[in-house]
T-cell receptor, first 118, second 115 residues
Framework: AQKITQTQPGMFVQEKEAVTLDCTYD???????LFWYKQPSSGEMIFLIY????DEQNATEGRYSLNFQKARKSANLVISASQLGDSAMYFC?????WGTGTASKLTFGTGTRLQVTL | GAVVSQHPSRVICKSGTSVKIECRSL??????MFWYRQFPKQSLMLMAT?????????EQGVEKDKFLINHASLTLSTLTVTSAHPEDSSFYIC???????????FGAGTRLSVL
């Protein structure tokens, strides 16, 4: 069963506007982490933000914030004040076994292509 | 964030040859490295998990003898695609992390084209 679901294959946003990229997840673990990565056309995966399942406050990193709704099992990425350079693929990912001290794998969603327009 | 270097960024080779891809953590000791494969317009699929000093753990369906992984030091892991064929053409990307780190940091990826 798919554990990370990104239902928006593509999104458009005007420059300087805010945009929300959706991500829902499924896990039976109590401890897990949720991540967002950006992949520009060059292919590199750039870490943006993460949220631990026990974190009570939503994570923020500059223009990025993670809208974590545990009961709904959603971890949406909000990008404020979009810039042309934000155009890229965005992947949501989950890591189970959070806080166990071991480095466990990431499971990725299918991604959302964001296009920022003038 | 931490820096992970991956080399080469692009390689074109003839069918039947072997190709080695290197993944280095430049500013931290990576106890664990991961190797992913990404087909065009698709997500990343984990191939194997590599812990320093031990044998890699491969995901189901990934051929161990085809994709040789070595993680001999805390800063270097290598993936060797042996006897590459056109169907092995893909984008390969590594990530590195260490115990206690929450984040996997990725290399820039290697685009392999097998003729």
């Amino acid at each position: 069963a798919q554990k990370i679901t990104q239902t928006q294959p593509g999104m458009f946003v005007q420059e300087k506007e805010a945009v929300t990229l959706d991500c829902t997840y499924d896990t039976s673990d109590q401890s897990y982490g949720l991540f967002w990565y950006k992949q520009p056309s060059s292919g590199e995966m750039i870490f943006l933000i993460y949220q631990g399942s026990y974190d009570e406050q939503n994570a923020t990193e500059g223009r990025y914030s993670l809208n974590f709704q545990k009961a709904r099992k959603s971890a949406n990425l909000v990008i404020s004040a979009s810039q042309l350079g934000d155009s890229a693929m965005y992947f949501c990912a989950m890591r189970e076994g959070w806080g166990t001290g071991t480095a466990s794998k990431l499971t990725f969603g299918t991604g959302t292509r964001l296009q920022v327009t003038l | 964030g931490a820096v992970v270097s991956q080399h080469p960024s692009r390689v074109i080779c003839k069918s039947g040859t072997s190709v080695k891809i290197e993944c280095r953590s430049l500013d931290f000791q990576a106890t664990t490295m991961f190797w992913y494969r990404q087909f065009p317009k698709q997500s990343l699929m984990l191939m194997a998990t590599s812990n320093e000093g031990s044998k890699a753990t491969y995901e189901q369906g990934v051929e161990k003898d085809k994709f040789l992984i070595n993680h001999a030091s805390l800063t270097l892991s290598t993936l060797t695609v042996t006897s590459a064929h056109p169907e092995d053409s893909s984008f390969y990307i590594c990530s590195a992390t260490s115990q206690g780190k929450n984040i996997q940091y990725f290399g820039a990826g290697t685009r392999l084209s097998v003729l």
